[in-house]
Structures are given as C-alpha cells and as structure tokens.
C-alpha cells in the first residue's frame, strides 16, 4: 500500500501550480532543508556531540517523508490549503529525499572509519 501512496501523491502533485509560484517554492525547500539541519544539529550539540557531528546529524534527518505528505493531503482535502501547497511539500520531499545521501557524503568526507 505504500508505493500506492507515493504513486497517488505523485498523481495529486500540480506542477503549473509550483511554477506560478516559484520563488516561494524555492524558499520553502531552503527553509526546509535549514530548519531540519539547524534542529536536529543543535539538539546533537546539546547532546554532548561535536560541531561536525551535530551537522552531520542534522544532513542526516534532513529528508521529510510521508508524514508531511499526509498531513498536507489532508489540509488540501479539508479546504484549509491549497493545491500549491500539497505541490510544494511534495518538491520538498523529492528533492530532500535526493540531495540528503550527496550531502551526507560531503558531510562524512574525511571522516575516520571507526570499527
């Protein structure tokens, strides 16, 4: 049922809505990639974690996934959101989902094996 899922959402997804608006789509992606790297990093830091590998936690839980498609599948049909916004959360999920192992490995390079 899983991949009927991501198959529907795909379906849903309104790219002319994401072109009309653009620049808020580009920075809702920035904002949601820097959120997940700025609070997950500062929670590892607190943690006891070092700078580089608070970053590397944050990279690491960067993607969003089901959860935010669910819930703006829902606000879209309630009425409480539009179409741009289911669109925008499933760029958002897309793109994470693949730029996150490219970061990750930037993230790791140099990094010591530990066994």
Known sequence: LIPLFF??????TDLQALGAIGVLAISFLAIAMFDKIVGC??????SGFGFKDSLRVGVGMMPRAEVALIMASI???AGVVGQSL????VMVVLLTSLV???LVKFAFKGAKRET
């Open 100 to 102: 996150t192992p490219i």
């Open 75 to 77: 606000g879209v049909r």
């Open 41 to 46: 990093g500062l929670g590892a830091l607190l």
């Open 86 to 89: 289911l669109s925008m959360t």
């Open 7 to 12: 198959v529907n959402m795909g379906v849903e």
